[in-house]
């Protein structure tokens, strides 16, 4: 039976990049299922290959590497699924959204855990039969508490961490260890309105569109590169719990859209920005 296998592909631009691709595999004798391609304006390229066929794919990215310039960066993916581990506080609603997803067989991901600062939502999330780690930050300092995180997550080696509105912010040192590995979701009011009640301080201000956001997490807090946004209208008549009802049906759609880009390895991180193939 043949397999499926992505090739990602991104570099400066060469001539006959394409061609060169496409007659690899087809002296493979591989069939490609999908192709995509991108050149930015300063001349850098982005491809990503879908194809399936008999013969062991390492064979085949071997012979691609030693046709394509060295200056390109190659890596082969299976469409297996994603290892994660979930980060939550106590908002449960991007969490459940997941877990349905999941429990749905439509996530297309493995959720391994999921850690929570607080305990507030295990009872959720034992209902799905995944393991539940409660590592409260109460009277350890920031170090600590990323410490025992750290030492917990390593066990279970994810290949993505999503934060489900985790709302501790995780410092350089932690992130370092999950480089373009992290993601996060919140509301599209930062920076203008932070802290406690978003939506609320958004009601005030009289705001006429909501939205999300899902990032990469870097060390800049949340201007990470950007995967996905989405926005919806609102006006005078919505009251602000109107608005955070609103926000959270799009936070929970912008963090499953999101998740489902990376997850089907659709997304080149260049710089601070996205290439969505």
Do not use: W
Request: one cysteine or more; hydrophobic letters at 40%.
């Amino acid at each position: 039976m043949s397999s499926r296998h992505i090739l990602l592909m991104d570099g400066p631009d060469h001539k006959g990049l394409i061609f060169t691709v496409t007659k690899v595999l087809f002296e493979h004798q591989q069939n490609i299922i999908r192709n995509d391609e991108y050149v930015s304006p300063s001349g850098y390229f982005f491809m990503r290959t879908e194809f399936e066929g008999e013969i062991n794919p390492n064979i085949v990215f071997s012979a691609l590497r030693k046709a394509l310039p060295e200056d390109l960066r190659l890596r082969l993916k299976s469409d297996k699924k994603k290892d994660i581990v979930l980060m939550v506080t106590k908002e449960h609603y991007c969490l459940a959204e997941l877990l349905i997803r999941y429990a749905f067989d439509e996530l297309g991901a493995n959720i391994k855990a999921v850690v929570g600062n607080y305990n507030t939502l295990r009872p959720l999330v034992e209902k799905f039969n995944i393991p539940f780690y409660h590592l409260s930050h109460e009277g350890l300092s920031r170090e600590e508490h990323e410490d025992k995180l750290l030492k917990l997550l390593l066990r279970y080696q994810p290949e993505f961490l999503v934060l489900a509105k985790y709302m501790r912010i995780l410092s350089p040192g932690f992130v370092s260890h999950f480089p373009e590995k992290i993601i996060n979701i919140h509301h599209s009011f930062l920076p203008a309105f932070i802290g406690a009640n978003p939506y609320r301080q958004a009601y005030d201000r009289g705001v006429k569109i909501i939205g999300a956001t899902a990032h990469f997490v870097n060390n800049n807090l949340d201007e990470g590169p950007i995967i996905a946004q989405d926005v919806k209208r609102v006006s005078h008549r919505h009251t602000a719990a109107d608005m955070a009802t609103l926000g959270r049906d799009i936070e929970k759609a912008v963090l499953s859209e999101a998740l489902k880009l990376v997850f089907n390895d659709r997304v080149f991180i260049h710089r601070n920005r996205t290439i969505i193939l």
